[in-house]
């Protein structure tokens, strides 16, 4: 398989290249990744040439609109599902919120779901407010050493009253990737909905959905090289099921269901320069012709193999360390390189230390203090994430060493 060429990734975000941020290496990745010129460009072409109404006959507004049109249908593409199962909205806290509105009106008395105690706020708490309408919650829930989320616990919770069971692909402090596949089929025995939060996993290697069987699989553009949007996927046959969210004049079309405010022309627009940075990577790697589900996989995949090779040394450093308590599985294998250490002095404090080494990173609970407080992690202390993507070097992550070795 090729090697990601580390040079070429990096020379398409303007972040390493700016004055400001020389000598800064870039830890907090899962807050929000650096952005891509492909995105930045068309943002900027946007707002300097089409930034008109959309989907008028004019040449200005027709190229708006197609621009847009075009970033739900190569995204898709790359996610294995039509062009309007995808959606965007201004975050996945909001689009989760507005699929839990749509729940709440369809589920009935008697009804059961799922959610779990690993998940961001964002995939849990919309879904938890159901109870307050009377549905039964069950909470499936972590091993408090591991962060562990083991499918056959969730057997035990499955009967045929369950309706939904949300999940995270990957939890933004665990860090483990859960076998979403697998979980989707059991929750599909039940008869029962499958609610993914990508957010953490994405920007990994933006995943084929179709594949993974998720009915609804949600992430972040800003934290995958794009704008501030939110992505969701949604079956069209569960999407044109549950009540419409949009505007009673929209109810036919999938992707306006769930998005009941008006779109950010711009940034959905720009979103189509994620598909153009994978593209890229595809083209300067591998080159040739492929079907873009496949292209994506490739270039998930070359993401994915240096991933985890500059992971491994960090989770070994973590492991040894005394002073520090590794969250989630040391073997990069199995998680994203996402990564919180809860340690003995407040990680905030300790984030702030690691600034002066040129280390951006961050400390806190990250709205995941569900997951944090099952393990047993001092709320006043939180947890220190240092978390990265493809486009950190080897040498970033020596440096984070190094400087965590004086600090923690
Ligand atoms: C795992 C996870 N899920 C959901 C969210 C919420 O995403 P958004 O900021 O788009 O609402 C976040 C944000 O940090 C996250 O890390």
């Known amino acids: 398989m090729a090697k990601l060429d580390l040079d070429f990734v990096r020379a398409q975000f303007p972040a390493f290249e700016v004055p400001s941020l020389q000598g800064q290496a870039f830890f907090e990745n899962a807050g929000g990744s650096y952005t891509c010129r492909q995105v930045i460009d068309r943002l900027h072409r946007f707002y300097t040439e089409r930034k008109v109404q959309p989907y008028a006959p004019y040449t200005a507004s027709s190229l708006g609109g197609a621009e847009m049109d075009e970033a739900r249908t190569r995204l898709s593409a790359i996610m294995g599902i039509d062009a309007d199962e995808l959606s965007f909205g201004p975050s996945s806290s909001q689009n989760t919120y507005v699929l839990a509105q749509a729940f709440a009106q369809w589920m009935k008395p008697g009804d059961a779901f799922i959610v779990t105690n690993q998940d961001h706020e964002a995939n849990t708490g919309p879904w938890r407010r159901l109870a307050e309408r009377g549905f039964e919650m069950r909470e499936w829930k972590i091993n408090p050493d591991t962060g562990h989320l083991d499918p056959a616990d969730l057997a035990n919770l499955l009967d045929d009253r369950v309706r939904l069971v949300a999940f995270p692909h990957c939890s933004n402090v665990v860090g483990e990737i859960n076998d979403v596949a697998a979980i989707c ?49 949604i079956r069209r046959d569960l999407g044109m099921t549950l009540p419409n969210q949009g505007h009673h004049f929209n109810a036919d079309c999938l992707y306006k269901r769930f998005t009941p405010a008006g779109p950010d022309h711009a940034q959905v627009a720009a979103s189509a320069g994620m598909a153009d940075y994978i593209d890229a990577l595809y083209a300067h790697h591998i080159g040739g012709e492929a079907a873009t589900v496949a292209k994506g996989a490739a270039v998930h995949d070359l993401m994915r193999a240096h991933e985890v090779e500059l992971l491994q040394p960090l989770l070994d450093y973590a492991s040894a360390k005394n002073s520090v308590r590794l969250i989630g599985p040391s073997d990069a294998a199995l998680r994203a390189p996402t990564v919180a250490l809860a340690l003995q002095s407040g990680a905030e404090a300790a984030a702030a230390d690691l600034a002066p080494h040129g280390i951006m990173a961050g400390g806190g609970d990250f709205y995941a203090g569900r997951a944090l407080r099952a393990m047993g992690v001092a709320a006043d202390k939180g947890v220190l994430r240092v978390s990265f993507v493809h486009y950190t070097s080897k040498d970033e992550v020596d440096r984070l060493i190094s400087a965590l070795d004086q600090v923690v």
């Open 185 to 233: 089929e059991l929750v599909h025995d039940a008869g029962a909905v499958a609610c993914v939060d990508g957010v953490s996993y994405a920007p990994h290697g933006i995943p084929n959905v179709a594949e993974l069987g998720a009915d609804i699989y949600l992430f972040s553009a800003y934290k995958t090289y794009g704008p501030h949007q939110g992505i969701m996927a």
